[in-house]
Structures are given as C-alpha cells and as structure tokens.
C-alpha cells in the first residue's frame, strides 16, 4: 500500500516514508515497539493509519501539535513528515521508545519534532491540537489535555483533541456526544484493517 495512492508528496517526503521500513524493522529488532508479528504491515497499519488524522484536517502552517504517549512515534512521526512546517512535540513515559523515535526523527532529517521522556500529567505546554493512537479511554484524556490546549486558533477547525480509536467508541464519546465527530477510516483507505477503526475529533 502506497502512501502516494491517498497523499502528494514531494520526493523528499516520499523518502522519508521510504526511509522507515527499514529503520523501524532495525530498531525493532532491538527495542520492541511495534508487535513483532506486525512489523510487516508498518506502512498500512501504523504509517497510514497515523495519516487517517490528515484526511480530517489539514494542519495550517505553525500549528503546534502534541503527540499524547507516542510509543514508537506513532501518529506523529508520520504526520511531521506530511506537515512540514508544523511543529510537533512527542510525548511518553518510557525512555526506551523516546530514544527510538528520536532516532528516526533524526535519521530521515525531521527537523520539526522534538520527543521528549514525559507523562502527559507533567506536560504543561499550550498545543493547538492533541493526537494520540489508543492511549487510554477518550474521558481520560480529555482531563489530561484539556490544560494544554491553547486558545489561539491557526486552522479552520477549532483547536482539541483528535485520537485513533478501534472498536465500539460509544460509551467513550458518550459525554462529548453534542460536539464530537467521529469519522469511519474505512471510508478514507481501502483496506479491509480499517474497518471498526475510527479517528474521533472533540473540539476543546
């Protein structure tokens, strides 16, 4: 599956995506991030859909954006290479999986990310938007975040929160049921993988 199929990219980017099969399957073989049994499918299911987020929005340049627990830098990485001219800040609590990402980071020459060792209780930064991949349940998140969204608004959308959620989101999008909008992925990539797989935008 090509990015290119859903997304232009300059040559620089379609290098920097090219770049990370082998640099994951590398760093993957000695700091586990991705389910090793799924580091096949690293371009459909982690790189495009971390991407899922740039078909809701398209980030205006100087927008800051937070990458809520990371892990292997996922959906943030893939994003920073689409929206160079924003910056993006990823963050997690475990050491191991920051030094891959800044390792990554650095290796395709993402200038724009900055990942940092830090729970997301302990960050106290103003965002324009936060994106996270399945970290915790949407209430829980909503509580941590709230403090870290900025009232400056750079893009069409209000700033808030958008994750990347499977399965039935119902009882998570309950309280948010008024103002949430919630966007089937298989409706954006052709891939039988995306169904039930949802990204899910609460302004803030």
């Not at 399945?134 to 808030?160: C, E, F, T, W, Y």
């Amino acid at each position: 599956m090509n990015i290119s199929d859903y997304f232009t990219l300059t040559p620089g980017q379609q290098q920097q995506f090219d770049a990370l099969g082998p640099l994951y399957e590398e760093w993957n073989a000695r700091i586990n991030v991705i389910s090793r049994k799924d580091i096949g499918h690293l371009y459909d299911h982690h790189v495009l859909h971390s991407l899922a987020i740039a078909k809701v929005i398209r980030f205006q340049p100087a927008t800051r954006i937070l990458d809520f627990g990371t892990g292997g830098g996922f959906p943030g990485i893939p994003l920073a290479i689409l929206f160079p001219d924003c910056q993006f800040r990823l963050i997690d609590g475990t050491g191991k999986k920051i030094r891959v990402v800044q390792e990554v980071a650095s290796a395709i020459g993402l200038d724009n990310v900055e990942a940092v060792q830090r729970r997301g209780e302990d960050e106290k930064d103003k965002f324009d938007f936060i994106v996270s991949r399945a970290v915790m349940p949407l209430p829980d998140l909503m509580r941590i975040v709230r403090k870290n969204i900025s009232k400056q608004q750079h893009n069409a959308m209000p700033n808030g929160v958008l994750c990347l959620k499977g399965g039935s989101v119902d009882a998570e999008v309950k309280p948010f049921r008024h103002i949430v909008d919630v966007t089937p992925i298989d409706r954006l990539f052709q891939d039988d993988w995306f169904k039930q797989k949802y990204v899910i935008y609460v302004p803030a």
